[in-house]
């Protein structure tokens, strides 16, 4: 109980820094997230500083993701044209140069990790704050996409404590058990229909269709997280949050899920509505 008071306390800090960025406008939100980002980078690259056929070079990779989330954020602010994206695709290519001077074991593998990181972080970031920018709804999007992410991810751990005893994918996460999965499930739909009928305008459909699409988002996020993290021997990719870990700890089901939110979000507004 003790550990799951801890859990409660951060989370609810943790939601509230990032509610409350959202709310507070374009500038708060983007010093927000920007904060998030390039510490989930950092943790990223940091996964692999054991690893002795792994030489990555993180400070390289830390500024071409930053470089790469300045000119998206500032094409998205409209501070710059849309001409300055096509920066983007020769910042990929000298991530590759960095190999060339270096005598390493594996740098096909440096390579990949480098970019993986950057597209695995960097763009889930950056796509929360696009959509938060165009949004212009009572309730944002992006603030229900992260309460039924949370919902999912609260409601499958108090399920899996109480009642949980069917493993879901034990050699990847032991922890985690079908009735938590389900349980998670059930509450992120009913929230989904709350937040359709009764908080943002009644959109209950694109609200229940983004619950389908949040739930095995969410999921995959964290399983794919926890299949870095046992692969390396790792408990947790950091310990800045107490009671969940790291940045990619508690953005785990929000990196893989926004992506997938972001394409429905444009699907059902110039196809479907």
């Known amino acids: 109980m003790n550990n799951l008071a801890i859990r409660s306390i951060t989370g609810l800090l943790f939601g509230t820094v990032v509610i409350g960025s959202i709310l507070c406008g374009p500038y708060t939100l983007i010093a927000t997230f920007s904060t ?4 989930g980078l950092l943790e990223f690259y940091r996964l692999f500083k054991d690893q002795s056929s792994l030489k990555i070079s993180k400070e390289i990779g830390v500024f071409i993701g930053a470089f790469i989330f300045i000119i998206l954020v500032g094409i998205s602010m409209r501070i710059l044209p849309i ?11 000298t991530l590759v140069l960095a190999e060339l001077w270096k005598k390493q074991e594996n740098p096909l593998l440096n390579i990949a990790l480098l970019v993986f990181g950057i597209i695995y972080v960097v763009l889930p970031f950056y796509l929360a704050i696009d959509l938060s ?6 309730m944002p999007k992006v603030i229900g996409m992260f309460l039924l992410i949370w919902t999912n991810d609260t409601f499958a751990y108090l399920t899996g404590r109480l009642i949980g005893k069917t493993k879901l994918f034990e050699r990847i ?5 079908w009735e938590g999965t389900i349980g998670g499930a059930l509450f992120t739909i009913l929230f989904a229909y ?3 009928q009764y908080i943002n305008e009644r959109e209950t459909f694109f609200w229940m269709i983004s619950a389908a699409i949040i739930i095995p988002g969410a999921i995959f996020g964290d399983l794919l997280e926890s299949l870095f993290k046992r692969s390396l021997n790792l408990k947790d990719s950091g310990n800045i949050l107490p009671g969940h870990g790291g940045i990619l700890d508690r953005f785990d089901a929000a990196l ?4 997938f939110f972001y394409c429905w979000n444009i699907v059902y507004y110039y196809w479907i509505k």
């Open 173 to 177: 996460s032991p922890n985690k058990t």
């Open 133 to 138: 920018l165009g949004n212009t709804s009572y």
């Open 83 to 93: 001409l300055c994206i096509s920066f983007i695709f020769p910042l990929f290519f």
């Open 256 to 259: 893989f899920t926004i992506p």
């Open 194 to 196: 709350i937040i359709g």
């Open 36 to 39: 998030f980002m390039l510490l």
